[in-house]
């Protein structure tokens, strides 16, 4: 009798944690949907909050804060991007693929707001990835350009003929 229920117990604790992980996946697909409907009704701040917390909790969130935090930048509100793209860099569940396209990002944010000292720390940590090495000293010799370092500009244009 005590095997029975012990494999009884062990049944309902195995069904009982199921329950739980899909109500949490419930709950966020709820969180989700407000976040949108935030957005969709001019409320983006409330949106901003939602979408971190949900990332605080559920990292396969990551490429839809990638594209939310690129609307806002495409739409101007580059403050908002900032905000999504730094907290996605301080997620300790990103794999290291997703972080360098969040420092790019952010790298791409701080350029549009024309923080390029900034900008060119982003871009500076992604020189030596091959995957992001191009678009990384593109972007760098565009800061130099902007900024008139022109001997900077040289010695990236140079890499950049170098790497492409």
Request: aromatic content about 8%; overall charge negative; cysteine-free.
């Amino acid at each position: 009798m005590l095997p029975v229920a012990a494999a009884y117990g062990w049944y309902m604790g195995r069904r009982s944690a199921q329950q739980d992980k899909q109500q949490d996946a419930n709950r966020l697909s709820r969180e989700y949907v407000a976040g949108v409907n935030f957005l969709l009704s001019n409320q983006q701040d409330k949106a901003v909050d939602l979408f971190l917390e949900m990332l605080k909790e559920d990292s396969s969130t990551v490429e839809a804060h990638l594209t939310l935090g690129n609307l806002f930048r495409s739409r101007g509100e580059v403050d908002r991007a900032i905000r999504i793209h730094q907290a996605l860099m301080e997620s300790a569940s990103l794999t290291f693929e997703q972080r360098l396209l969040a420092v790019q990002q952010l790298g791409r944010d701080y350029m549009a707001a024309g923080l390029y000292d900034r900008a060119e720390d982003m871009f500076n940590q992604l020189v030596e990835e091959q995957d992001f090495r191009l678009g990384a000293l593109q972007q760098l010799l565009v800061i130099h350009q902007a900024t008139s370092d022109w001997n900077n500009a040289i010695e990236v244009a140079e890499k950049t003929g170098q790497a492409g």
